[in-house]
């Protein structure tokens, strides 16, 4: 079974400053990882994925991410935030041993807050 | 451009009455998928789709329905039996099940409400 953990309901941090949002996993096999932002009342955007090799992944709006197998983590971050950052951020992973329909399992999501 | 269309955006329901969410892609993805999204609980998924004419239920499925008649469209049924139908609705797609390194394409969601 793949399951995902966001540990924190809400990341406060102040404009400028770095920000880390955490993600753990858990899968079978190896995983396949993933990073999604939504907008309120809107869908979710891909910001960055994970599949093999460089264990720092970058992706958009300047966000990267950090892969960390001993860990079994795969932390979002960004060296200066942006008030526009502020939104809900959500880790997924897929476990490369399972079957079942391709599925994505998310975690409960975290909510990013930034000020001025 | 290519993506997901949900409609309509928002949708009010009354008491024991079905309503029918739409999901359409023009992104030739085979895989489907309907989540509902709920505060402090993430998504959950209900039902999902890898090929036209077939689907399988997800973690929620109870008192919803799907068809996939078409690989561009899956519409998802919510009816009288969902006793908590209030939410927020998220279809996604992905290419073919076996490219396993590829994410979701989401909608921009349908918000239902019970009136």
């Known amino acids: 079974a793949q399951s995902v953990a966001q540990p924190e309901d809400q990341v406060n941090v102040a404009e400028g400053n770095p920000l880390t949002v955490k993600c753990t996993y858990s899968?079978?096999?190896?995983?396949?990882l993933f990073w999604y932002v939504q907008y309120p009342n809107r869908g979710l955007q891909f910001l960055l994925k994970?599949?093999?090799?460089?264990?720092l992944v970058k992706g958009s709006y300047g966000f990267e991410a950090e892969f960390n197998k001993s860990q079994t983590s795969f932390h979002l971050k960004k060296p200066s935030a942006l008030v526009s950052d502020s939104a809900l951020y959500f880790c997924a992973v897929r476990d490369t041993l399972t079957g079942g329909g391709n599925k994505l399992t998310f975690g409960t999501g975290t909510q990013l807050k930034v000020e001025l | 451009d290519g993506g997901i269309t949900q409609s309509p955006k928002y949708l009010f329901r009354k008491e024991g009455q079905n309503v029918t969410l739409s999901c359409e892609q023009n992104?030739?993805?085979?895989?489907m998928y309907w989540y509902r999204q709920d505060p402090g609980q993430g998504l959950r998924l209900i039902y999902y789709s890898q090929i036209v004419n077939d689907f399988q239920k997800g973690d929620i499925a109870e008192g919803y329905s799907v068809s996939r008649e078409k690989k561009e469209s899956f519409p998802l049924t919510v009816t009288s039996a969902q006793k908590n139908p209030t939410a927020f609705y998220l279809c996604a797609s992905t290419p073919a099940p076996r490219h396993r390194g590829d994410g979701y394409t989401f909608g921009s969601g349908t918000r239902l409400t019970v009136v």
């Open positions: 899968v079978s096999g190896n995983p396949y």
């Open positions: 994970y599949i093999t090799g460089d264990n």
């Open positions: 992104l030739n993805h085979d895989a």
